[in-house]
């Protein structure tokens, strides 16, 4: 393992503008009492990094300048903190980004993802796009024996997928994924790894990733081209599917499930939405008794734990969504290569 360094180089979101990132030292941190020091082996660059990146509205009002972002990572721990006896040094973890305060009702009734005093690692607070980073131990999740550490940092991801499928049947189910970034391509090689009878997976144009889609077990992939609701009617029968998942962001794609999914059926929504706030068809939602869920982040802990499962008996295809590995220094060029579309997940080995 070695000895840790007082001080580290970590990319540091320092210039309010796009881009505006730099290499600065920084010193390495301690851990607080019920924390854990990790040293970082691999940290996937997300959608939420290149808000930041871009320095967007959202970004502007809650990521402090001189912050280091990312937050999907795993790493090896190499210090403890007072009181921590959960872990020990050398634990191969990977971290839940959703810090809690484990005390409010939120908490209390086991929705620790939506806690009311909580915050996001590596947006709000400093986070993994550096060789070290502090986190409290119950975000440091223990991940299956023998994981690849790269495979092991896009449990942040992958549980997203996870958590928008589970809220609606999967198993013997038909399922609709909306929109094929890295969270949805997950989410089709999700649902057939855990039983879905039939997979429609739907982007508009990155013919790269409806590739992929298809390559992840897809029966069926559609774009701009198809007309959506028409083509997911005529395959289930007329009836739409049982379990429509959104992850595109773009309006069209929701009102699309929404009119393709089965009378009583259930519509989850992960996306975020950016300046057009979309139109949704609510009688449609009332009179077709349509369960319309939002989703934020993974359940704790069983989320983790169907991810865990999965990972362990080797049932999703991490390699295919994975489709950049690059070294930390390239942290730029990851992002570059990001903002064009053309890949699944970009992971950053150090
Ligand atoms: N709620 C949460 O906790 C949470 C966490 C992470 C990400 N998100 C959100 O989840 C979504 C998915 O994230 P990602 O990183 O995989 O997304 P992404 O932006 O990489 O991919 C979106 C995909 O949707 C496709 N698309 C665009 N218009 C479409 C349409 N009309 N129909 C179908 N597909 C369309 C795009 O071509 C693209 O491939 C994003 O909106 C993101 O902000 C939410
Ligand atoms: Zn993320
Ligand atoms: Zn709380």
């Known amino acids: ?63 402090p300048l001189g912050t280091v972002t990312g937050h999907e990572t795993s790493g090896r721990i190499v210090a403890l903190g007072e009181g921590v006896s959960s872990h020990a040094i050398g634990d191969h973890v990977a971290i839940e ?31 993994a796009f550096a060789p070290y980073f502090v986190i409290p131990a119950i975000n440091a999740r223990h991940v299956p024996e023998g994981l690849d550490p790269g495979h092991a940092s896009v449990q942040d991801p992958l549980g997203n997928a996870i958590h928008t499928l589970t809220g609606g049947p999967i198993d013997g189910a038909t399922v609709a994924i909306h929109g094929l970034g890295p969270i949805g391509l997950f989410a089709v090689n999700a649902a057939k790894a855990m039983g879905a009878s039939t997979v429609i997976a739907v982007d508009w144009d990155n013919t790269y990733r409806m590739n992929l889609a298809k390559e992840l077990g897809a029966d069926m992939v559609l774009g701009k081209d198809d007309d959506v609701v028409a ?83 080797g049932a999703i295809d991490v390699d295919k969504v ?5 070294s930390i220094e390239a942290f730029e060029d990851a992002v570059q290569l990001a903002l064009t579309g053309d890949c699944g997940k970009v992971v950053l080995d150090f």
Not at 14 to 20: I, S
Not at 322 to 326: A, D, G, I, K
């Open 97 to 127: 980004c959703h810090l809690a305060c484990w005390a409010c009702p939120r908490c209390d009734e086991g929705n620790a993802h939506v806690c009311e005093n909580g915050s996001i690692f590596g947006v709000h607070g400093h986070g």
């Open 1 to 63: 393992m070695g000895s840790v360094p007082a001080t580290m180089m970590a990319w540091t979101k320092t210039r309010p503008e796009v881009g505006g990132f730099t290499l600065e030292e920084h010193a390495v941190p301690n851990p607080g009492p019920g924390e854990v020091l990790v040293q970082t082996q691999s940290t996937s660059v997300c959608g939420t990094d290149l808000h930041i990146w871009k320095w967007d509205e959202w970004s502007r009002e809650n990521v």
């Open 231 to 313: 083509s997911i009617l005529e395959a289930t029968e007329g009836r739409g599917v049982d379990n429509s998942c959104e992850f595109s962001g773009a309006a069209s794609a929701l009102s699309n499930a929404i009119h393709s999914t089965r009378m009583g059926g259930y519509v989850n929504i992960l996306s975020v939405y950016g300046q057009s706030m979309p139109e949704v068809p609510m009688n449609e939602v009332v009179f077709r008794y349509l369960h319309l869920k939002g989703i934020n982040g993974r359940k704790m802990w069983s989320t983790w734990d169907t991810m865990h499962d999965l990972l362990a008996r």
């Open 322 to 326: 994975l489709t950049h590995r690059m």
